[in-house]
T-cell receptor
Framework: NAGVTQTPKFRVLKTGQSMTLLCAQD?????MYWYRQDPGMGLRLIHY???????AKGEVPDGYNVSRLKKQNFLLGLESAAPSQTSVYFC??????????FGPGTRLTVL | AQSVAQPEDQVNVAEGNPLTVKCTYS??????LFWYVQYPNRGLQFLLK??????LVKGSYGFEAEFNKSQTSFHLKKPSALVSDSALYFC?????????????FGAGTQVVVTP
């Protein structure tokens, strides 16, 4: 039981490049979330999904897109990376009213 | 809109002394409240939650938290701190009526426990 895994762990991009972050969970959770963590700002919700094929915008969705084609996977895409997207990205999953389980994070630097 | 305030950026405590990390919240209706801990270069780990029932909630690693509805607070406590408790602590809230389970996190409190 691996819980929540994220790939890659680290990535450096140049401005304008694109990339996809992958989140996978093996707990059969319906709900999945993408957050970004910046110093002094806690975690802010980017996008979330309440089931396969359904996604919604969170607090800071601009510049990001997501897809949930399979229940266990939740992808976060950056179409044209900007330095403001330099951050640590966390994926989480949960059942409805239970605590969220977090992945180990992806550290992204955009130059 | 929901919000969480963690008024202290950092809490310093000597090993063996009591540890308190403060959290106040604002939410429409009844709250679901959570505490998470983050060690360096790691993801967040769940410590405890309040959903309903007893106002004193016990969690992992000897931590507990008390829900106070009148003061809209959910302070995290540990009777005797360990050096290994040094980490970043986050309080989070969601409305009980939010069927999407979206959490609002506080900015975090760095706990430093000195030997």
């Amino acid at each position: 039981n691996a819980g929540v895994t994220q790939t890659p762990k680290f990535r450096v991009l140049k401005t304008g490049q694109s990339m996809t972050l992958l989140c996978a969970q093996d707990m059969n959770h319906e709900y999945m979330y993408w957050y970004r963590q910046d110093p002094g700002m806690g975690l802010r919700l980017i996008h979330y999904s309440v089931g396969e094929g359904t996604t919604a915008k969170g607090e800071v969705p601009d510049g990001y897109n997501v897809s949930r084609l399979k229940k266990q996977n939740f992808l976060l895409g950056l179409e044209s990376a900007a330095p403001s997207q330099t951050s640590v990205y966390f994926c989480a999953s949960s059942r409805v009213s239970d605590e969220q389980f977090f992945g180990p994070g992806t550290r992204l630097t955009v130059l | 809109a929901q919000s969480v305030a963690q008024p202290e950026d950092q809490v310093n405590v000597a090993e063996g002394n009591p540890l308190t990390v403060k959290c106040t919240y604002s939410v429409s209706g009844n709250p679901y409240l959570f505490w998470y801990v983050q060690y360096p270069n790691r993801g967040l780990q769940f410590l405890l939650k309040y959903i309903t029932g007893d106002n004193l909630v016990k969690g992992s690693y000897g931590f507990e938290a008390e829900f106070n509805k009148s003061q809209t607070s959910f302070h995290l406590k540990k009777p005797s701190a360990l050096v290994s408790d040094s980490a970043l602590y986050f309080c989070a809230v969601r409305a009980a009526t939010d069927s999407w389970g979206k959490l609002q996190f506080g900015a975090g409190t760095q706990v430093v426990v000195t030997p």
